[in-house]
Nanobody
Framework: QVQLVESGGGSVQAGESLRLSCAASGIIFSKYALAWFRQAPGKERETVACISWSASDVWYADSVKDRFIISRDNAKNMVFLQMNSLKPEDTALYYC?????????????????WGQGTQVTVSS
């Protein structure tokens, strides 16, 4: 069973940056694709960005393309999300997850194990 621990969230002004981190354990990390998801109040959880096991492929939601960068460190079993030019609409609880079947990881409902998430709040 995978364990996921997200960190790095906070409260920032529009235009500022944050870097989220996620530590995964309980799996052979290098064999899994990884993704960041987010869920805003009153909205469904959505996929933000995905990275393949080798980091050769990445996918971004249109809403974050050119602003967010996903990366991974297989030696440390961690995935990161660099979030630049943050907007109020980026405000959400951010989660990571892993998969070795689906690419990209577009359906959050597929996953049953989640971490506690990390809150990102962007004010205008």
């Amino acid at each position: 069973q995978v364990q996921l621990v997200e960190s790095g969230g906070g409260s920032v002004q529009a235009g500022e940056s944050l870097r989220l981190s996620c530590a995964a354990s309980g799996i052979i990390f290098s064999k899994y694709a990884l993704a960041w998801f987010r869920q805003a109040p009153g909205k469904e959880r959505e996929t933000v960005a995905c990275i393949s096991w080798s980091a050769s492929d990445v996918w971004y939601a249109d809403s974050v393309k050119d602003r967010f960068i996903i990366s991974r460190d297989n030696a440390k079993n961690m995935v990161f999300l660099q979030m630049n030019s943050l907007k109020p609409e980026d405000t959400a609880l951010y989660y990571c997850n892993v998969d070795h079947t689906f690419w990209p990881m577009l359906d959050p409902a597929v996953y049953s194990d989640w971490g506690q998430g990390t809150q990102v709040t962007v004010s205008s």
